[in-house]
Each structure stands twice: as structure tokens, then as C-alpha cells.
């Protein structure tokens, strides 16, 4: 089974930028579709973006799309979340997961990750 270890959290300012990355060792990565969820204090974990497993397909919230950008690199065995003009709303833990569901090309359901990294928090200040 697949390992999964968020990276690249931290303290931002409102409008900057941040880059998650998520590091997956321990199975063959590109086996996996990868989705982006957050949970901020008092809620409940949402799909923040999904990506398939080599075709390059994404799906965002829809709120989020123009700022956010899901990515991978299947040769590095890395996901990358890049956030950009973050605002206080935002402020959340960001968790990688991973998903061998088969004949699926994106999951977006939480049920159907098997396989979660450790979090990264991020907080933007206003």
C-alpha cells in the first residue's frame, strides 16, 4: 500500500501563496488517482481537487478552481497542491489521499480514499 507524507504548510498572509506538495512511497504511485482535502476547525472534510491517474483529468471545487492548481509528477511519485491568493477562509488542514478505486478515472468522495497522508496545516492571517 501506498505511504503518503504532506509537505510545504505554513503561515501565510492573505493574497499570498503556498505549494503542498504530498510525497508517496511504499506502491507504484501512478496506480492511484490523488485528490487534495482540507478540514478547517469545526467542520467537516471537503474535496478541495481530484486528478486522474496519468491522463492529466482534474476536477476542482468550484469555488477554488481559479486559485488552486492539482498536479503530479508520477516519475517523482509527488502531488502538488499550488494555492494562490489565499484568503483567511482558507485557513484549514490540508490532507494528500490516494485511491485505487477501479474503473474510476476521479473519485471525489472522502470513502473512497483509502490511503491519507498526516496533514499539513496552513493559516492565512487577514
Known amino acids: 500500500q501506498v505511504q503518503l507524507v504532506e509537505s510545504g504548510g505554513g503561515l501565510v498572509q492573505a493574497g499570498g501563496s503556498l505549494r503542498l506538495s504530498c510525497a508517496a512511497t511504499?506502491?507504484?504511485?501512478?496506480?492511484?488517482?490523488m485528490g487534495w482535502f482540507r478540514q478547517a476547525p469545526g467542520k467537516e472534510r471537503e474535496v478541495v481537487a481530484a486528478?486522474?491517474?496519468?491522463?492529466?483529468?482534474?476536477w476542482y471545487e468550484d469555488s477554488l478552481a481559479v486559485r488552486f492548481t492539482i498536479s503530479r509528477n508520477n516519475a517523482e511519485n509527488t502531488l502538488y497542491l499550488q494555492m494562490i491568493d489565499l484568503k483567511p477562509e482558507d485557513t484549514a488542514v490540508y490532507y494528500c489521499?490516494?485511491?485505487?478505486?477501479?474503473?474510476?478515472?476521479?473519485?471525489?468522495?472522502?470513502?473512497?480514499?483509502?490511503?491519507w497522508g498526516q496533514g499539513a496545516q496552513v493559516t492565512v492571517s487577514s
Open positions: 489521499a490516494a485511491s485505487d478505486k477501479p474503473r474510476a478515472v476521479l473519485v471525489l468522495a472522502p470513502d473512497d480514499y483509502y490511503y
Open positions: 511504499g506502491h507504484t504511485f501512478s496506480d492511484y488517482i
Open positions: 486528478i486522474s491517474r496519468s491522463d492529466g483529468s482534474t
